[in-house]
């Protein structure tokens, strides 16, 4: 069974910092494409960024200059390096990886408030 585990959420002050991880020890993640979604209260799921396997980035144009996504192929895991957070990025965060299936993880949630 493939299994995403994510890490790294949690509550920060705004214009703080937060790194998430996303590790599998199921699925090869630099093989495949990888994103990070997320899902706030009330709101539809939506893009944040993703990697491709040849390492191209896109971002959502919410986050672009803030948001970091990358991968550590020894560790099969892909972060999301987050920035100057605002409260408007409170949401759950979620790994997603597309190998022949889209998997997700769990969620980790993260709160921006003062």
């Known amino acids: 069974q493939v299994q995403l585990v994510e890490s790294g959420g949690g509550l920060v002050q705004p214009g703080g910092s937060l790194r998430l991880s996303c590790t599998s020890s199921?699925?090869?993640?630099?093989?495949?494409?990888a994103a990070w979604y997320r899902q706030a209260p009330g709101k539809e799921r939506e893009f944040v960024a993703g990697?491709?396997?040849?390492?191209?980035?896109r971002y959502a144009d919410s986050v672009k200059g803030r948001f970091t996504i990358s991968r550590d192929i020894i560790k099969n895991t892909v972060y999301l390096q987050m920035n100057s957070l605002k409260s408007e990025d409170t949401a759950v965060y979620y790994c997603n990886v597309k190998a022949g299936y889209s998997y997700w993880g769990q969620g980790t949630q993260v709160t921006v408030s003062s």
């Open positions: 990697i491709t396997p040849g390492t191209d980035t």
């Open positions: 199921t699925i090869t993640i630099q093989r495949n494409t």
